[in-house]
């Protein structure tokens, strides 16, 4: 994998937490709706960076897909915050590739945002989807889960 492979990954894992975020606001309460609109935005804006990163190690965005699928179906909140714990391991583990193929700082802090801004969502929704403990040892390492 390369860092333009990496940020590319980190692109795709951002657009579908975006659809992911999407969907989950037909099925929030009004007290978790905010945040739902806080987490997409925080996606949009890192997704901003990502291909503008994308951009200056001379590869080209990918446009983001149609619809994505979702880990299970949603249809209440419980299941919303379990697919946005799933929506932010991938983005977890899409931007840990990306700290561990950077080849400037830039990428490397862009990777780290990333992956810290996903863990601290993914605790969140892990608390409200009632999943014990609410905090891995290693955010995007898949050996973690």
Do not use: C
């Amino acid at each position: 994998m390369t860092v333009v492979d990496a940020l590319r990954a980190a692109i795709r894992a951002e657009d579908s937490a975006i659809f992911t975020y999407g969907v989950m606001t037909a099925f929030t309460r009004n007290d978790v709706r905010g945040r739902v609109a806080a987490d997409i935005a925080a996606h949009r804006v890192q997704r901003s960076a990502l291909a503008a990163a994308l951009v200056k190690a001379g590869g080209q965005a990918p446009a983001p897909a149609a619809g994505y699928r979702l880990p299970q179906a949603v249809t209440d909140v419980r299941s919303a915050a379990h697919a946005a714990v799933a929506a932010e391991d991938d983005t977890s583990s899409a931007h840990r590739a990306l700290v561990e193929q950077a080849e400037t700082n830039g990428q490397r802090q862009l990777g780290v945002d990333g992956l810290t801004g996903s863990a601290i969502r993914a605790v969140y929704w892990r608390g409200v989807a009632d999943i014990t403990p609410t905090t891995v040892v290693l955010p995007g390492d898949a050996r973690a889960k």
